[in-house]
């Protein structure tokens, strides 16, 4: 049996056993990064793995804490968890259920558009579905709501935090796509269409904005097909007298988030790290303006703040072990070579890692499905001709999904933890099944269309000026300015021209020691 065969049967063997690992329920970082120093030491032993490769990691993973673009996401979890505490999110729903819910399946279509609004100011899943299902499931039941498309309309909203823009899960996806798109660059030879993690957020803004008329169409169309489970909200007089007033208190504080956070990216006067520590700073001041602020809740936000990003960024060390091992066992080139033979062409390689995210989504979060699947397939499918805005469109819709199907829809579990005992985890699972149907939907749409992703971009960021970090055409692949993230679990964007493939992909040296001129550490010495 020849060595090639061999490291190809190891590659596949770890990805196998590190997904098993996953579904049995062991953490993650550990599952990813234990089953691969294992397979490691095996390849080692039958001559097919040479560890010098592994001693990048440790420079590499500092660059990945001190990388400018990755600062976003511990912001706008701040942002997220401080707008949960200061009661802004409350006084929308109560006042845009009252604006709608008059109407027939009004209450539902008001938690769509809050879910909307929610996701452009925070970006954070959790939170919002949390905080719908406490305020508008009782009152949607009252209202005598199907209890499926109550819990099914508040779980599918919540998750819109997923595509519209202040997305954490487009950070990582942006930063990704960088490097990927410079590897496909030297695969090629020639300049590629530029990305940014500001290209991606302009390239989300109208798809999630498709995503939640597709909702709102739904409901209005089940209002008049089957009335009974959406009926209308009654209101006193009191409540329609004051309600403009409540409604103009209510929308204000949002808005200016909004436009603060979003509108600043899109303007193109902030980056979206920069625009983060604009978010951060205002959800401080509306939580004071809310009189909800205090040192108490300061402090409880840093505490959740930190322990969500060290979760996020443990995982990503874990994962950054499993892709330099199943790269030096050459996995990179086996997937290359699946996807080029895929029947159909560039169609048939871009619907087969859908579909396989998509039915990773089942079981694994959404973080993880994109620093393993991205950093292997994105380089080959970009390569091929696809525009890496569109695809890194294309990623989030579909991640979207892995919030809401089961067993580990995430979306679900915090329903479940806010509905009562008289609605029941069927209900809540049945519920969900539609607006699955309606994000795929999304996808079919985009891909025929897929202008509704590469447009704004064009228009928001007409010269390719380099952005956040990343080089402009201009600088061409192999500038040194490339993803930080990329540098760990992808290839150094300085390959050197000369030494085996799997040199020239890692960019290690052939010698038995560390290298002196790492890349990384290097930018990170001139600053």
């Excluded at 063997?13 to 098993?20: D, I, P, Q, R």
């Amino acid at each position: 049996m020849s060595n090639e065969l061999i490291a190809d049967i190891l590659a596949i063997g770890l990805f196998v056993v590190a997904t098993f690992g996953v579904l049995c329920g062991f953490p993650i970082a550990f599952s990813l990064a234990g089953f691969s120093l294992v397979f490691a030491a095996l390849g080692w032993w039958l001559g097919v793995f040479d560890p010098i490769i592994l001693t990048s990691l440790p420079s590499r993973y500092f660059g990945l804490m001190t990388n400018e673009v990755l600062v976003a996401v511990p912001l706008f979890i701040f942002m997220g968890a401080v707008l949960e505490r200061s009661k802004i999110a409350e006084a929308l729903l109560e006042t845009m259920g009252q604006l709608f819910g008059s109407l027939r399946g009004g209450l539902a279509i008001s938690v769509v558009i809050v879910g909307a609004l929610l996701a452009a100011s925070t970006g954070v899943v959790g939170a919002t579905v949390v905080t719908m299902g406490l305020l508008s499931l009782p009152a949607m039941m009252r209202a005598g709501y199907n209890p499926g498309l109550a819990t099914g309309v508040i779980c599918a909203s919540g998750t819109l935090g997923q595509i519209i823009p202040p997305s954490v899960i487009l950070i990582f996806v942006g930063d990704l796509l960088m490097g990927a798109n410079q590897l496909a660059a030297q695969r090629t030879g020639k300049a590629l269409e530029p990305i940014s993690v500001g290209d991606l957020f302009a390239g989300a803004f109208l798809p999630g904005l498709a995503l939640v008329a597709l909702y709102i169409l739904y409901i209005i169309i089940l209002a008049v097909l089957r009335p009974a489970t959406c009926p209308a909200l009654v209101m006193n007089d009191a409540e329609r007298a004051s309600l403009g007033r409540r409604f103009v208190r209510a929308l204000i504080p949002p808005l200016l988030l909004i436009v603060a956070v979003l509108g600043s990216i899109l303007a193109g006067i902030a980056t979206p790290t920069e625009a983060a520590s604009i978010g951060a700073l205002g959800s401080i001041i509306l939580a004071v303006a809310n009189r909800a602020f205090s040192f108490a809740t300061l402090l409880a936000v840093m505490r959740n703040t930190a322990v969500i990003s060290a979760l996020v960024f443990g995982i990503v060390l874990g994962v950054s072990v499993f892709s330099l091992v199943f790269r030096g066992l050459g996995g990179e080139h086996l997937v290359e070579q699946l996807l080029v033979d895929v029947p159909g062409g560039t169609f048939g390689a871009v619907m087969a890692v859908m579909m396989v995210m998509f039915v990773l989504g089942f079981f694994m979060d959404t973080i993880e499905i994109v620093l393993i699947v991205v950093p292997i397939t994105a380089p080959v499918i970009i390569a091929m001709g696809v525009s890496p805005v569109w695809l890194g469109v294309m990623i989030g819709i579909n991640l979207q999904t892995a919030f809401l199907t089961p067993p580990v829809g995430f979306a679900l579990f915090y329903m479940r933890a806010v509905a009562p005992a008289s609605i029941t985890t069927g209900a809540i699972y049945r519920g969900i099944v539609p607006f699955v149907g309606l994000q795929a939907a999304a996808i079919a749409v985009l891909w025929v269309f897929p202008e509704l992703a590469t447009w704004l971009p064009k228009v928001v960021f007409p010269d390719p000026v380099a952005i956040m970090g990343e080089p402009s055409p201009a600088s061409g692949p192999g500038s040194g300015s490339g993803s930080v993230l990329d540098d760990i679990l992808k290839t150094p964007s300085t390959a050197p021209s000369s030494g085996s493939p799997l040199d020239q992909i890692l960019n290690q040296p052939t010698t038995n020691r560390p290298a002196d001129n790492d890349p990384v550490l290097d930018r990170l010495l001139k600053k």
